[in-house]
């Protein structure tokens, strides 16, 4: 029976008392959803509501409100914020775990910069803002926009939102500022709004707030910038993007300037020449976290000389000339209920701790890793003892630790509280999903036994096949909105997705289908809508994205990224990984002849292509979707942008790193070894077969100094 049938039997008022209530509802469930960010009905309870609200309309015209939703049907206020393209990227930042990892890091900085005799480097220390990052433009002084950070490359528009932080100025104080200017900083809130905000809403009934840094967030994606007001966060400025002219010759005197401009920042900045004092100056301000009234996650060091930074550069996604290094993780006791064993996307069976709930560091923690078979057995292949040596069994009193965003872990056990009938842990043989056999294969490189066993079912096995199509749809591979790890597992389940082609597929045969997706449970006909639509934004990806989305072994995200800088295109890229696959030498050479990649990533990315199921399902995908050529964005004025270059002999002048990092700054490739491809050989004293090679290849050799005179940096 449809809505419109069963409200014609309704009596006057009824109908009235129904649309009364039925107006209150869907009033207040878009405030929910468009304001506050929190849904508290199903897309789909919230359809039916709306239809039945328009059928009683219908039916009875003369109980039509002045203030009538109907008109509202299917136009809920603009999808989301507006997307801001950041024309310098936001970064992250790599991590220092120990004082170890920091003086690496200096000794890194050193080693890159030591032909520059006498250089003394400077670094900033500062602590790390558990927030969020923002950038703030200026134009003449006047904030005209701000953003989040987003993928880095892509934020959302919450100009207004910030508008409302009291820390951060309308107009740039002072003088002497460029016309264009992004600042860039965190977002937080301090323990004490944080406290009094979850006081208020306890008293209210209202929603409950987990931490500080989650309730910024949330509170900066309002869509009603005046909530966000309310909130009375906070914000520090750090760094900064595009800007017209320069700030300050080095990283501390440029945040000094942004001080004197208006913004608040943070007093624990120092700056430093020695690692001493910089692990000095992270034990000062650890010791202070619990007494600052906002919460920190580490310290940052940064490289202070902002023509060094610049020099260093940066590696796929974080600079090279910054590190955080971060607080140690939490830790408590609980006690191991049970193992449970779980299937990856590449088949590694990985075991996971069911826990007695416990609270570390502010979370509640149920489940932690265990890693592997050895970690479990407390001992590797070899019989070398991993922790103390002893193994982990169900019962065990355990400690459980958590750092960061970090899966939990479990670290050590409590031998004085093992049960006296606990048992050591046996590990099965086989998947606990497809039944198929679960191996441990033998690494070709260390002659090892690899400490996780496999599954052998590749696709056949129902969550490999699973974790796979998760992988594809997350955040830095294709990141569709809408379309995250609980509905591809529904999907999955239900049939309507098994392989990636399937996604770009599901609206056309969603519109055939009797069963259709806005009928199903969690489902509605704006939510479908808008998940077709998500879907259909991504049917041109980026190239590394892509690549990275196949989900190839061994191929991350700076590998994906390597691969569609070398070759441009994915049918370039295919095409020779395929060869290769294939048996092809001079494509085996070619994948291997890019700089950073190894055997190991050829060989996997080679038998990938080789292989016949994958081909049939890239081919279905490219059917839908056409991933984007790689752009080089940098300098792509320079005389050797695009140019693939190969350093060889000793160089003088710069070091093999330093030399690598300038030419693609510039926009050139650079190769391990002289191809018919390579363009420009770069030759040092004592050059040997490099050069023979690219002599009798005719390719163009320059000395060190006229590479320096060609791309006008000497
Ligand atoms: S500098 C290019 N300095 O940490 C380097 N970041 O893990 C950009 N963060 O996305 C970051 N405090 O949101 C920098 N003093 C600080 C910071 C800081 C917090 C955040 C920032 C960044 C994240 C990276």
Same mark, same amino acid.
């Given at each position: 029976?449809?809505?419109?049938?069963?409200?014609?039997?309704?009596?006057?008022?009824?109908?009235?008392?129904?649309?009364?209530?039925?107006?209150?509802?869907?009033?207040?469930?878009?405030?929910? @959803?468009?304001?506050?960010?929190?849904?508290?009905?199903?897309? #789909?309870? @919230?359809?039916?509501?709306?239809?039945?609200?328009?059928?009683?309309?219908?039916? /009875?015209?003369?109980?039509?409100?002045?203030?009538?939703?109907?008109?509202? +049907?299917? !136009?809920?206020?603009?999808?989301?914020?507006?997307?801001?393209?950041?024309?310098?990227?936001?970064?992250?930042?790599?991590?220092?775990?120990?004082?170890?990892?920091?003086?690496?890091?200096?000794?890194?900085?050193?080693?890159?910069?030591?032909?520059?005799?006498?250089?003394?480097?400077?670094?900033?220390?500062?602590?790390?803002?558990?927030?969020?990052?923002?950038?703030?433009?200026?134009?003449?002084?006047?904030?005209?926009?701000?953003?989040?950070?987003?993928?880095?490359?892509?934020?959302?528009?919450?100009?207004?939102?910030?508008?409302?932080?009291?820390?951060?100025?309308?107009?740039?104080?002072?003088?002497?500022?460029?016309?264009?200017?992004?600042?860039?900083?965190?977002?937080?809130?301090?323990?004490?709004? /944080?406290?009094?905000?979850?006081?208020?809403?306890?008293?209210?009934?209202?929603?409950?707030?987990?931490?500080?840094?989650?309730?910024?967030?949330?509170?900066?994606?309002?869509?009603?910038?005046?909530?966000?007001?309310?909130?009375?966060? &906070? =914000? /520090?400025? @750090?760094?900064?993007?595009?800007?017209?002219?320069?700030?300050?010759?080095?990283?501390?005197?440029?945040?000094?300037?942004?001080?004197?401009?208006?913004?608040?920042?943070?007093?624990?900045?120092?700056?430093?020449?020695?690692?001493?004092?910089?692990?000095?100056?992270?034990?000062?301000?650890?010791?202070?976290?619990?007494?600052?009234?906002?919460?920190?996650?580490?310290?940052?060091?940064?490289?202070?000389?902002?023509? %060094?930074?610049?020099?260093?550069?940066?590696?796929?996604?974080?600079?090279?000339?910054?590190?955080?290094?971060?607080?140690?993780?939490?830790?408590?006791?609980?006690?191991?209920?049970?193992?449970?064993?779980?299937?990856?996307?590449?088949?590694?069976?990985?075991?996971?701790?069911?826990?007695?709930? $416990?609270?570390?560091?502010?979370?509640?923690?149920?489940?932690?890793?265990?890693?592997?078979?050895?970690?479990?057995?407390?001992?590797?292949?070899?019989?070398?003892?991993?922790?103390?040596?002893?193994?982990?069994?169900?019962?065990?009193?355990?400690?459980?630790?958590?750092?960061?965003? +970090?899966?939990?872990?479990?670290?050590?056990?409590?031998?004085?509280?093992?049960?006296?009938? !606990?048992?050591? @842990?046996?590990?099965?043989?086989?998947?606990? $999903?497809?039944?198929?056999?679960?191996?441990?294969?033998?690494?070709?490189?260390?002659?090892?036994?690899?400490?996780?066993?496999?599954?052998?079912?590749?696709?056949?096995?129902?969550?490999?096949?699973?974790?796979?199509?998760?992988?594809?749809?997350?955040?830095?591979?294709?990141?569709?909105?809408?379309?995250?790890?609980?509905?591809?597992?529904? =999907?999955?389940?239900?049939?309507?997705?098994?392989?990636?082609?399937?996604?770009?597929?599901?609206?056309?045969?969603?519109?055939?289908?009797?069963?259709? %997706?806005?009928?199903?449970?969690?489902?509605?006909?704006?939510?479908?809508? &808008?998940? =077709?639509?998500?879907?259909?934004?991504?049917?041109?990806?980026?190239?590394?994205? /892509?690549?990275?989305?196949?989900?190839?072994?061994?191929?991350?995200?700076?590998?994906?990224?390597?691969?569609?800088?070398?070759?441009?295109?994915?049918?370039?890229?295919?095409?020779?990984?395929?060869?290769?696959?294939?048996?092809?030498?001079?494509?085996?050479? #070619?994948?291997?002849?890019?700089?950073?990649?190894?055997?190991?990533? $050829?060989?996997? +990315?080679?038998?990938?292509?080789?292989?016949?199921?994958?081909?049939?399902?890239?081919?279905?995908?490219?059917?839908?979707?056409?991933?984007?050529?790689?752009?080089?964005?940098?300098?792509?004025?320079?005389? $050797? #942008?695009?140019?693939?270059?190969? =350093?060889?002999?000793?160089?003088?002048?710069?070091?093999?790193?330093?030399?690598?990092?300038?030419?693609?700054?510039?926009? !050139?490739? +650079?190769?391990?070894?002289?191809?018919?491809?390579?363009?420009?050989?770069? !030759?040092?004293?004592?050059?040997?077969?490099?050069? &023979?090679? #690219?002599?009798?290849?005719?390719?163009?050799?320059?000395?060190?100094?006229?590479?320096?005179?060609?791309?006008?940096?000497?």
């Amino acid at each position: 029976m449809s809505a419109e049938d069963e409200v014609s039997a309704l009596p006057l008022e009824d109908a009235k008392a129904e649309l009364d209530r039925l107006h209150a509802l869907i009033e207040r469930a878009d405030k929910a @959803y468009f304001q506050k960010d929190a849904p508290e009905i199903s897309d #789909a309870d @919230y359809d039916a509501a709306k239809r039945r609200y328009i059928a009683i309309e219908t039916e /009875f015209p003369e109980l039509r409100r002045p203030d009538s939703l109907a008109e509202r +049907v299917g !136009a809920p206020p603009a999808e989301g914020f507006a997307k801001v393209r950041h024309a310098v990227p936001m970064l992250s930042l790599s991590n220092a775990f120990d004082d170890q990892d920091v003086a690496d890091f200096v000794a890194r900085a050193r080693k890159f910069f030591e032909r520059d005799k006498g250089l003394e480097l400077a670094f900033t220390a500062e602590p790390k803002i558990d927030g969020l990052s923002a950038s703030l433009r200026y134009e003449r002084g006047v904030y005209v926009r701000g953003a989040t950070r987003g993928d880095g490359t892509e934020g959302e528009d919450i100009t207004e939102n910030l508008r409302t932080i009291g820390d951060i100025p309308n107009r740039l104080a002072g003088s002497g500022w460029p016309d264009v200017l992004e600042v860039r900083g965190e977002v937080y809130m301090t323990h004490a709004d /944080f406290a009094a905000l979850k006081a208020r809403s306890a008293a209210e009934g209202g929603q409950d707030y987990v931490n500080p840094r989650n309730t910024a967030a949330g509170s900066l994606r309002q869509k009603d910038a005046s909530v966000t007001a309310s909130r009375n966060l &906070k =914000f /520090f400025a @750090y760094g900064w993007g595009e800007i017209s002219a320069p700030i300050a010759p080095t990283q501390y005197d440029s945040v000094r300037q942004f001080g004197d401009w208006g913004f608040v920042v943070n007093d624990l900045m120092m700056r430093t020449s020695s690692v001493e004092a910089m692990l000095e100056h992270y034990r000062t301000i650890e010791a202070q976290r619990a007494t600052l009234g906002y919460d920190i996650d580490g310290v940052v060091y940064k490289l202070d000389r902002l023509d %060094l930074q610049q020099r260093w550069g940066f590696v796929a996604r974080a600079p090279r000339w910054a590190i955080a290094h971060k607080f140690p993780a939490e830790q408590a006791t609980t006690i191991l209920n049970d193992i449970d064993i779980q299937v990856g996307r590449t088949g590694t069976l990985t075991p996971v701790a069911r826990l007695q709930p $416990v609270t570390v560091g502010g979370v509640v923690v149920e489940n932690a890793t265990l890693h592997n078979e050895d970690y479990i057995a407390g001992r590797d292949s070899t019989g070398a003892s991993i922790r103390d040596g002893n193994d982990i069994r169900i019962g065990d009193t355990v400690i459980v630790q958590r750092a960061g965003d +970090v899966i939990p872990q479990i670290v050590a056990v409590l031998l004085d509280k093992r049960p006296a009938d !606990a048992v050591p @842990y046996e590990f099965r043989t086989t998947c606990p $999903v497809c039944g198929s056999e679960a191996v441990r294969e033998v690494n070709p490189k260390t002659g090892k036994l690899d400490a996780r066993r496999r599954c052998t079912g590749e696709l056949i096995c129902p969550a490999q096949s699973v974790e796979q199509l998760k992988h594809f749809v997350s955040r830095n591979a294709l990141d569709i909105e809408g379309l995250g790890e609980k509905q591809i597992a529904a =999907f999955h389940a239900d049939g309507r997705v098994t392989q990636p082609a399937d996604i770009f597929t599901l609206a056309r045969r969603d519109a055939e289908s009797l069963k259709k %997706l806005k009928d199903q449970e969690g489902w509605g006909e704006t939510s479908v809508k &808008k998940l =077709f639509a998500a879907i259909d934004a991504r049917r041109a990806p980026e190239l590394d994205r /892509f690549i990275f989305a196949l989900g190839i072994r061994h191929v991350g995200e700076t590998t994906a990224a390597m691969f569609a800088k070398a070759f441009g295109t994915f049918a370039a890229f295919r095409d020779t990984a395929y060869k290769a696959g294939n048996g092809d030498e001079e494509a085996y050479g #070619a994948l291997v002849g890019i700089d950073g990649i190894g055997d190991t990533v $050829v060989q996997s +990315v080679a038998s990938f292509f080789a292989n016949e199921r994958n081909e049939k399902a890239i081919d279905a995908l490219l059917a839908e979707v056409t991933p984007r050529s790689y752009v080089v964005t940098v300098a792509a004025d320079s005389q $050797v #942008a695009g140019k693939t270059v190969v =350093f060889t002999g000793t160089l003088e002048r710069m070091t093999r790193t330093e030399a690598k990092a300038m030419a693609e700054r510039l926009g !050139a490739k +650079v190769a391990g070894s002289v191809s018919a491809k390579t363009d420009l050989v770069v !030759a040092g004293p004592g050059a040997g077969s490099k050069l &023979k090679q #690219a002599e009798s290849l005719g390719i163009a050799v320059i000395s060190e100094d006229e590479w320096f005179d060609l791309t006008g940096q000497s």
